[in-house]
Nanobody
Framework: QVTLVESGGGVVQAGGSLRLSCVASGRTFSRYGMGWFRQAPGKERDFVAAISGSGGSTGYTDSVNGRFTISREDGKNTVYLQMNSLKPEDTAVYYC?????????????????WGQGTQVTVSS
């Protein structure tokens, strides 16, 4: 069982930056691929970024590529999402997810473990 707790959300003006953190329980964090997803009001939850268990491979959705960076610090059981050049359309609840394996995963149904989410609001 893995418990995930996100933090770092808030309100920021367009063009600003935020860094989200997700801390995982357990002693085998390095064996889990980690992902970030987001759900805007009235929309489905969508993939944002993911990183492999080794940290050597990452993936991003097109709309955030070049603006967001996912990284991990296994010694702290933490995965980060650095978000730069934020836009109003980035406004959403951001969720952290974990899946056992050395790869990174894009589909929600591949992740059995989810956090509660953190709100990000970008004002224009």
């Amino acid at each position: 069982q893995v418990t995930l707790v996100e933090s770092g959300g808030g309100v920021v003006q367009a063009g600003g930056s935020l860094r989200l953190s997700c801390v995982a329980s357990g002693r085998t964090f390095s064996r889990y691929g980690m992902g970030w997803f987001r759900q805007a009001p009235g929309k489905e939850r969508d993939f944002v970024a993911a990183i492999s268990g080794s940290g050597g491979s990452t993936g991003y959705t097109d709309s955030v590529n070049g603006r967001f960076t996912i990284s991990r610090e296994d010694g702290k059981n933490t995965v980060y999402l650095q978000m730069n050049s934020l836009k109003p359309e980035d406004t959403a609840v951001y969720y952290c997810a974990a899946a056992y394996g050395s790869s990174w995963f894009k589909r929600q149904n591949e992740y059995p473990y989810w956090g509660q989410g953190t709100q990000v609001t970008v004002s224009s």
